[in-house]
C-alpha cells in the first residue's frame, strides 16, 4: 500500500513566523502535490511537483513556497505565516505510469493567531 | 474547461436505507472522474474511479458510480447504508494530461441509526 505521512497533524503557530509542514511517501511517486482544505471550498491546489528539483504552481499560491529535493520527500513552506492560512493541509502523490489517482496524507491542520 | 458540481452539500439517510450523492462534471473530453472519502480527521482515500471502461463502476465497502455522458453525471450509489459511512465525500476531475485533479466542494453523509 501507498503510505503517504506528513510530519505534524496538528500544529499551532503565530502570525509572522516561518512555517515547514513536510510530506514524504514510500512508494517512489514522482508527482507530489499540497492542497488546502476548506469548508465549502472542497481542496484547493496549492503547489505540485513532477519530479525532484521541479515545481508549478497551483491555483492558490500566494503566501507559499515549496522545496523538493528528494524524490520521497515534498515540502510546503508558509515564508509569513498569516491567519488567513489557518486551515487543513493536505499532502497526494501519483505515480504517472499509474492512473491518474491520487494518494493522500491524513494531513496537517494548521492554526495561525 | 473541466469542472465539477455536487448538487448537495449535505445528504442524510437512515442506515438501511440507499445512499444517492449527486455529481456533474464538465469536461471538454473524455474524462476521469473518481469519489474519493474523508472520514473525521483523516485523510482522503479512494473510494472509486472511472477512466473510460464500464461506465457502472465498482468501489470499495460496497459503493459504485454510473457514468452517464448524456447527463454529464457521475452520481454516488450505495444499495443499504451503514453507520460507518458517515463522511465527507468529494467528487473529482482530472484536468488535461498533467494529472492534476479538480475537487467538488464536497457533500457531508449523516447516517441516522
Known amino acids: 500500500d501507498v503510505k503517504v505521512t506528513q510530519s505534524s497533524r496538528y500544529l499551532v503557530k503565530r502570525t509572522g513566523e516561518k512555517v515547514f509542514l513536510e510530506c514524504v511517501q514510500d512508494?517512489?511517486?514522482?508527482?507530489m502535490f499540497w492542497y488546502r482544505q476548506d469548508p465549502g471550498l472542497g481542496l484547493r491546489l496549492i503547489y505540485f511537483?513532477?519530479?525532484?528539483?521541479?515545481?508549478e504552481k497551483g491555483d492558490i499560491p500566494e503566501g507559499y513556497s515549496v522545496s523538493r529535493e528528494k524524490k520521497e520527500r515534498f515540502s510546503l513552506i508558509l515564508e509569513s505565516a498569516s491567519t488567513n492560512q489557518t486551515s487543513m493541509y493536505l499532502c497526494?502523490?501519483?505515480?504517472?505510469?499509474?492512473?491518474?489517482?491520487?494518494?493522500f496524507g491524513p494531513g496537517t491542520r494548521l492554526t495561525v493567531t | 474547461a473541466q469542472s465539477v458540481t455536487q448538487l448537495d452539500s449535505h445528504v442524510s439517510v437512515s442506515e438501511g436505507t440507499p445512499v444517492l450523492l449527486r455529481c456533474n462534471y464538465s469536461?471538454?473530453?473524455?474524462?476521469?472522474l473518481f469519489w474519493y472519502v474523508q472520514h473525521p480527521n483523516k485523510g482522503l482515500q479512494l473510494l472509486l474511479k472511472?477512466?473510460?471502461?464500464?461506465?457502472l463502476v465498482k468501489g470499495i465497502n460496497g459503493f459504485e458510480a454510473e457514468f452517464k455522458k448524456s447527463e454529464t453525471s457521475f452520481h454516488l450509489t450505495k444499495p443499504s447504508a451503514h453507520m460507518s459511512d458517515a463522511a465527507e465525500y468529494f467528487c473529482?476531475?482530472?484536468?488535461?494530461?498533467?494529472?492534476?485533479?479538480?475537487f467538488g466542494q464536497g457533500t457531508t453523509l449523516q447516517v441516522k441509526p
Open positions: 497526494a502523490s501519483r505515480s504517472p505510469s499509474g492512473g491518474y489517482e491520487q494518494y
Open positions: 511537483s513532477y519530479d525532484v528539483k521541479m515545481k
Open positions: 473529482v476531475v482530472r484536468t488535461g494530461n498533467t494529472g492534476k485533479l479538480i
Open positions: 469536461s471538454s473530453y473524455s474524462p476521469s
Open positions: 512508494m517512489d511517486h514522482e508527482n
Open positions: 472511472y477512466t473510460s471502461a464500464a461506465t
